[in-house]
């Protein structure tokens, strides 16, 4: 049987991912508890949303792997995903919205894959310092996560790339790369040869937040397809945020972020947030927490005012609508008595091919 996703705009589902296992270095796999601890549900809450907490898949913890140098720890990286992607799934089926406390960039995958088991187009903007386009022949580190975005287009380790059936998991066409500040000579080359949409951090600056995140959702066809948003904290400036392994050089500062986070978290097609590359063991005094804290909830207040605003421009339209009814009637009363088959079937007509996001999202598989 079909399952129909409705849309539930106040509620989120918290879905933790305990994991390093992609990273450089361990201490990740203890971002999702921090960030609980430094109050996430209750400031969520206090915007007016219903949170529901999910809790963690397993622990994967980084290891050196010297076994294996060009992709690190890749099977401990796909028992992660493996068992992220079926809660991903669920929240999604709830019709909240799923926000993943990810340790590292990873987690992306499994949440794609578990928003294809419902929606067939997927678009995702990745912002992070880094384009991650490396594969195990490429990168200098083995450091899967400098792999995450090449998985997604499916390049690089067969392990990762078959972790989903059909890949890719998303179009060349539909990644924006958003706030970009180093990136290795192979990853330039692929940028230099494909559709992925790049915008680098002084690009961003150069152009504004605001307009550079408002060309990347047109780019990828953001109102078309339903959109992931991932968030690595590293795209931040190091002057403004280090709790991470590799604090952002050339990156966006915290209010450029801050924007461009709020604009994308208002896409009314937003359908998973990930919040990835937080590292616990590097913010001793918790402030990190704090700022990551602070940009979730900026961003996820400004989805709730917009969907209020449409809610509100929707019920006055309506209102419109319905006084200037009987007006509409008396005037055209004799010709539609003549001609209300036709009417009715022209109004159906008009009704199936709006534009824009239904409120009821149509699967992309059945049970």
Request: charged share 25%.
């Amino acid at each position: 049987m079909a399952v129909r996703i409705v849309r539930q705009p106040k509620n989120i589902v918290l879905v933790g991912a305990p994991t390093s296992a992609a990273a450089l270095a361990p201490g990740h796999e203890k971002a999702p508890q921090a960030l609980r601890a430094a109050g996430l549900a209750e400031r969520l809450q206090s915007i007016g949303y219903t949170v529901t907490d999910g809790g963690d898949d397993p622990v994967e913890v980084y290891k050196p792997d010297e076994e294996n140098p060009r992709a690190r720890n890749l099977a401990r990286v796909v028992k992660s995903l493996e068992a992220l992607k079926p809660r991903v799934e669920a929240a999604v089926k709830t019709g909240g919205l799923p926000l993943i406390l990810s340790g590292d960039c990873s987690s992306a995958l499994a949440v794609v894959a578990g928003v294809h088991r419902y929606y067939r187009g997927v678009s995702i903007v990745y912002m992070d310092s880094d384009a991650d386009l490396n594969v195990p022949a490429t990168s200098p580190s083995g450091c899967v996560d400098g792999m995450v975005v090449a998985h997604l287009t499916g390049r690089g380790a067969a392990e990762m790339i078959r972790f989903w059936p059909e890949p890719p998991l998303v179009r060349d066409p539909d990644v924006a790369l958003f706030g970009v500040g180093r990136q290795d000579s192979p990853e330039a080359d692929v940028l230099s040869s494909t559709a992925i949409r790049c915008f680098r951090a002084a690009d961003i600056r150069k152009m504004g937040a605001l307009a550079a995140a408002e060309m990347a959702v047109e780019r990828i066809h953001g109102g078309r397809n339903e959109l992931v948003l991932h968030l690595d904290v590293d795209v931040i400036s190091r002057e403004d945020f280090s709790a991470t392994d590799l604090p952002g050089d050339n990156a966006l500062r915290l209010d450029e972020v801050r924007q461009a986070l709020e604009l994308f978290a208002k896409q009314l097609r937003l359908v998973a947030l990930i919040v990835a590359g937080y590292n616990p063991e590097k913010d001793a005094d918790g402030s990190g927490a704090k700022i990551i804290v602070d940009l979730i909830a900026s961003a996820l207040a400004a989805r709730l005012e917009a969907q209020e605003k449409e809610k509100a421009s929707a019920a006055a339209a309506v209102a419109e609508k319905t006084e200037s009814a009987p007006a509409d009637a008396e005037s055209v009363q004799a010709p539609l008595e003549k001609t209300s088959d036709a009417s009715e079937t022209n109004g159906a007509k008009s009704d199936t091919s709006q534009d824009g996001p239904p409120e009821h999202a149509t699967p992309a598989s059945s049970e």
